[in-house]
């Protein structure tokens, strides 16, 4: 049966966008395998469950395929399923919301710092 290094597969399946984030994240015990954390090394076969932990949720991933190189975005689709519950995801929308239940403003890419105008506009949006 084949199998690859769990930090290879996290980063060619685009869960990191490093190889070298994916084997600190397997370092600091962020990366667990049938609930149990793994080291970077640690052999991966197909069907096994992967858990991250992104806070302030845990994201659960299905292992489809195995890729010892980072494919396109389109491939990397076909590598793996994620399988976390809708509560989970839920809890990351929420998290996202200030305690008030006002959206965090947002700003376009690539729009540089809000104008003294536009400051003034959002702290009066936000009761500041």
Do not use: H
Request: a positive charge.
């Amino acid at each position: 049966m084949i199998s690859i290094r769990i930090d290879q597969w996290l980063w060619a399946a685009r869960l990191y966008k490093t190889r070298t984030l994916a084997n600190q994240a397997c370092r600091g015990g962020k990366v667990q395998v049938a609930g149990t954390a793994v080291k970077p090394a640690r052999l991966l076969r197909e069907n096994e469950v992967v858990e991250i932990k992104q806070p302030p949720i845990v994201r659960i991933y299905r292992v489809k395929a195995l890729a010892a190189k980072r494919v396109s975005a389109a491939l990397a689709r076909e590598l793996v399923e994620e399988i976390t519950p809708a509560s989970e995801l839920e809890k990351l929308a929420l998290a996202r919301r200030d305690p008030l239940g006002l959206v965090f403003a947002s700003r376009d890419r690539g729009s540089g710092r809000p104008t003294k105008r536009e400051r003034r506009e959002l702290d009066k949006l936000q009761g500041t």
